[in-house]
């Protein structure tokens, strides 16, 4: 996940093979019919708040369609089709792009500068104390007050033949919620002919500074219809991070076999859940350090409307969030988001990885380039 810059041109030039070679078809899955692909691109500009902002709305004309703001680099809507040709919104989120300035829940939103928490708020660097907001009781989470997820992003989009892309950029100032370092981001969405959603985010720092960077998105395979707790999820972790009353890692990697962690094999999320107080929420090491090495991390299926999304990334884990805290306050569309509505699955490094040595670093020097890539491939089965 950092390199020094000397080596980026190589990494971009493997990106293409990452992303086209962890797509291989199942027997029983349905492949797209390429050849009737027709992008089509709509650009709108929308008020949050005192800010402007852009929504792009991208469709491959394959059935496939999502909607991303420039404010807070958000995917309000993500249309797939079902294994009867249907195509249906997969993603909680508000009705209005000017809702999202009150988005406490982060639905579909960019997170950073670091994603999950920090426990106290505080970290070390290079001997200095720094305190970031604390805005999860006594932590620090996704970012802080004024995270990724609240920001307009400098955005435009790009059109090729086989995907088209949404590509963002942000600077943040030296001190931006207590983080040290001027840090550099780019974030860069790509819709592609064969159903699949690619993310790359990119940043570079003058001082060191910390990162995390991942995607907050609800899933939901069954368009809304009912809850998460009947899809089946499979997890290619063999450890996990257990946590303290207050959601922080205790520093130690346990083993999932024999849990009702253990989603190594395909399990509904709600079979065990009553195991886990307060429903999931916890850090799957898929691979316990950095590496540039794009790999499946999970597979979500929903099997009344044949919906399969695969996940895959280079980071080394992926929390596991059942919509526990959803509490019934919005409704779109006559679907009250109630708990366990959606789902989220976010590439990351370990939570509170600043204050644990043996957790892989987040650490990010002058430089050095922060990357990580995340990619979602939507089937039928």
Same mark, same amino acid.
């Given at each position: 996940?950092?390199?020094?810059?000397?080596?980026?041109?190589?990494?971009?030039?493997?990106?293409?093979?990452?992303?086209?070679?962890?797509?291989?078809?199942?027997?029983?899955?349905?492949?797209?019919?390429?050849?009737?692909?027709?992008?089509?691109?709509?650009?709108?500009?929308?008020?949050?708040?005192?800010?402007?902002?852009?929504?792009?709305?991208?469709?491959?004309?394959?059935?496939?369609?999502?909607?991303?703001?420039?404010?807070?680099?958000?995917?309000?809507?993500?249309?797939?089709?079902?294994?009867?040709?249907?195509?249906?919104?997969?993603?909680?989120?508000?009705?209005?792009?000017?809702?999202?300035?009150?988005?406490?829940?982060?639905?579909?939103?960019?997170?950073?500068?670091?994603?999950?928490?920090?426990?106290?708020?505080?970290?070390?660097?290079?001997?200095?104390?720094?305190?970031?907001?604390?805005?999860?009781?006594?932590?620090?989470?996704?970012?802080?007050?004024?995270?990724?997820?609240?920001?307009?992003?400098?955005?435009?989009?790009?059109?090729?033949?086989?995907?088209?892309?949404?590509?963002?950029?942000?600077?943040?100032?030296?001190?931006?919620?207590?983080?040290?370092?001027?840090?550099?981001?780019?974030?860069?969405?790509?819709?592609?002919?064969?159903?699949?959603?690619?993310?790359?985010?990119?940043?570079?720092?003058?001082?060191?500074?910390?990162?995390?960077?991942?995607?907050?998105?609800?899933?939901?395979?069954?368009?809304?219809?009912?809850?998460? &707790?009947?899809? +089946?999820?499979?997890? *290619? @972790?063999?450890?996990?991070?257990?946590?303290?009353?207050?959601?922080?890692?205790? #520093? $130690?990697?346990?083993?999932?076999?024999?849990?009702?962690?253990?989603?190594?094999?395909?399990?509904?999320?709600?079979?065990?859940?009553?195991?886990?107080?307060?429903?999931?929420?916890?850090?799957?090491?898929?691979?316990?350090?950095?590496?540039?090495?794009?790999?499946?991390?999970?597979?979500?299926?929903?099997?009344?409307?044949?919906?399969?999304?695969?996940?895959?990334?280079?980071?080394?884990?992926?929390?596991?969030?059942?919509?526990?805290?959803?509490?019934?306050?919005?409704?779109?569309?006559?679907?009250?988001?109630?708990?366990?509505?959606?789902?989220? &699955?976010?590439? +990351?490094?370990?939570? *509170? @990885?600043?204050?644990?040595?043996?957790?892989?670093?987040?650490?990010?020097?002058? #430089? $050095?380039?922060?990357?990580?890539?995340?990619?979602?491939?939507?089937?039928?089965?």
């Amino acid at each position: 996940m950092y390199k020094p810059l000397t080596k980026c041109l190589m990494g971009i030039a493997l990106t293409g093979i990452l992303f086209s070679s962890c797509n291989t078809p199942q027997k029983d899955e349905k492949e797209m019919d390429k050849e009737t692909v027709n992008f089509k691109v709509k650009v709108n500009e929308v008020k949050v708040g005192d800010k402007n902002a852009k929504v792009f709305h991208l469709d491959n004309g394959n059935g496939m369609e999502v909607e991303i703001s420039s404010f807070g680099g958000i995917i309000s809507k993500l249309i797939v089709p079902d294994k009867e040709g249907n195509s249906e919104n997969i993603v909680l989120g508000y009705e209005n792009i000017a809702d999202y300035d009150n988005n406490d829940y982060y639905f579909g939103a960019a997170i950073g500068r670091f994603g999950n928490r920090i426990a106290k708020g505080q970290f070390e660097l290079d001997g200095q104390t720094y305190q970031l907001a604390t805005n999860d009781g006594n932590n620090h989470l996704h970012g802080g007050l004024l995270g990724f997820n609240r920001v307009v992003w400098d955005a435009d989009v790009q059109e090729g033949e086989k995907s088209v892309k949404v590509i963002m950029s942000y600077s943040s100032p030296d001190g931006e919620e207590g983080y040290p370092g001027n840090l550099k981001t780019t974030l860069t969405f790509e819709l592609t002919a064969d159903n699949k959603l690619l993310l790359e985010f990119e940043s570079e720092t003058d001082q060191a500074t910390i990162v995390n960077l991942t995607h907050h998105g609800y899933f939901n395979l069954s368009g809304m219809k009912e809850d998460i &707790l009947g899809h +089946q999820l499979t997890l *290619n @972790a063999s450890k996990y991070t257990p946590v303290d009353d207050e959601l922080i890692p205790t #520093g $130690e990697l346990e083993p999932v076999e024999g849990t009702a962690f253990d989603f190594t094999s395909s399990h509904k999320v709600g079979e065990r859940i009553a195991e886990v107080p307060g429903g999931y929420d916890h850090n799957f090491v898929v691979k316990e350090s950095h590496s540039d090495e794009l790999v499946k991390m999970a597979e979500l299926y929903h099997e009344a409307s044949g919906r399969l999304m695969e996940l895959y990334a280079d980071s080394p884990a992926v929390q596991f969030y059942s919509g526990n805290f959803l509490d019934g306050k919005v409704t779109v569309d006559n679907v009250t988001y109630n708990q366990y509505m959606g789902l989220c &699955l976010e590439p +990351q490094t370990f939570p *509170n @990885a600043p204050n644990e040595p043996s957790f892989p670093t987040a650490r990010l020097n002058p #430089g $050095e380039k922060y990357t990580h890539k995340i990619a979602y491939h939507f089937k039928v089965k």
